[in-house]
Structure formats: C-alpha cells, structure tokens
Nanobody, 122 residues
Framework: QVDLVESGGGLVQAGGSLRLSCAASGRTFSSYVMGWFRQAPGKERDIVAAITWSGGTTYYADSVKGRFSISRDNAKKSVYLQMNSLKPEDTAVYFC???????????????WGQGTQVTVSS
C-alpha cells in the first residue's frame, strides 16, 4: 500500500514555473515507478512524465518535453515535477501515481493521489 499526497500547485502566469511535489508513505516506495498525470475539465487523464525506481529511465509526453523535468528522492519518499515555460494549455489537475512498471497510461498505475490544481493564466 502506498499513500500519495501532492502539493505545489497554484496560479501562475504563462512563461512561469512551478514545482510539484508528491510525498509517499509506505515501506516499498523505492520499488515503484512514479508518474505524473494531468486532467483538464472534460478531458481524459493523460500521462505527463514517469520515472523508474532508480531514476535511470524517464518518460515525457511530447507536449512537455524540454519544459518539464521529473525527479525522485527515495530517501525522502518523494517525487517532483519541475514545470518551466508554462502555457495556458498546461492548466489541469495534476496527479501523482505509483505502479510496478513504466507505462504511459492509467492502467499501469495502482496508487493515486488526490491531485493538485495548476492554473496558467495568459
């Protein structure tokens, strides 16, 4: 069992930056792949980025490549999403997720946080 709590969302102007954090509880955090998803109103929940347990492999959606960066600190049981050059289309609720293997769809992930709102104004 892994419990996930996101933080760091908020309102930012286009071109600005935000850093999301996800704190996990549970003894096996370091064995999980961690992902960030986002869901805008009326849209599907889509992958943003993911990272393997060692941090050696990362995945990014095409829409965020070069702007977002995922990282993790297993000692702190945390995963982060640094978001730079934000655009209004990045506005969504951002969810942290944990799963046994790297994947780009919701079905790969077993545990989810409650989400944090990110709003980018133009």
């Amino acid at each position: 069992q892994v419990d996930l709590v996101e933080s760091g969302g908020g309102l930012v102007q286009a071109g600005g930056s935000l850093r999301l954090s996800c704190a996990a509880s549970g003894r096996t955090f370091s064995s999980y792949v961690m992902g960030w998803f986002r869901q805008a109103p009326g849209k599907e929940r889509d992958i943003v980025a993911a990272i393997t347990w060692s941090g050696g492999t990362t995945y990014y959606a095409d829409s965020v490549k070069g702007r977002f960066s995922i990282s993790r600190d297993n000692a702190k049981k945390s995963v982060y999403l640094q978001m730079n050059s934000l655009k209004p289309e990045d506005t969504a609720v951002y969810f942290c997720a944990a799963g046994p293997r790297l994947g780009d769809t919701r079905g790969y992930y077993d545990y989810w946080g409650q989400g944090t709102q990110v709003t980018v104004s133009s």
